[in-house]
């Protein structure tokens, strides 16, 4: 099933959502909007990932059209980042399991 570009904006008015075919890295995209002043909650994705960053700077690798790609801009302060990412990768696991009734595999810290 293809991803719904306009379901998810109708679902989140006034979130940001870029989607691109492919890109290097939606980590990279993402950090770019931010240095430019993007908003909090800014979602980018991607089928595929040329360049896709794991762990510690480890290379990703991100098939076309095998999952999901996505990173978010998230302006929060005065909390634990460790502790924000390990709670997001859970909330998100469980948000995708409950939704679509699929098992979803989680590769701590966040990657789901």
Same mark, same amino acid.
């Given at each position: 099933?293809?991803?719904?570009?306009?379901?998810? #904006?109708?679902? %989140? $008015? +006034?979130? $940001?959502?870029?989607?691109?075919?492919?890109?290097?890295?939606?980590?990279?995209?993402?950090?770019?909007?931010?240095?430019?002043?993007? $908003?909090?909650?800014?979602?980018? +994705?991607?089928?595929?990932?040329?360049?896709?960053?794991?762990?510690?700077?480890?290379?990703?690798?991100?098939?076309?059209?095998? +999952? %999901?790609?996505?990173?978010?801009?998230?302006?929060? +302060?005065?909390?634990?980042?460790?502790?924000?990412?390990?709670?997001?990768?859970?909330?998100?696991?469980?948000?995708?399991? #409950?939704?679509?009734?699929? $098992?979803?595999? %989680?590769?701590?810290?966040?990657?789901?």
């Amino acid at each position: 099933m293809a991803f719904q570009l306009d379901v998810v #904006r109708s679902e %989140l $008015p +006034g979130w $940001p959502v870029y989607w691109h075919a492919q890109v290097d890295s939606t980590m990279n995209e993402a950090a770019r909007l931010a240095a430019e002043g993007c $908003p909090h909650m800014t979602a980018v +994705g991607a089928d595929e990932q040329t360049a896709g960053i794991g762990r510690h700077g480890h290379r990703w690798h991100s098939e076309p059209d095998a +999952g %999901l790609y996505v990173s978010a801009v998230l302006r929060i +302060g005065g909390c634990s980042q460790p502790a924000l990412m390990l709670a997001l990768g859970l909330a998100v696991k469980q948000a995708i399991e #409950r939704t679509c009734a699929v $098992p979803v595999d %989680l590769r701590w810290p966040n990657d789901v």
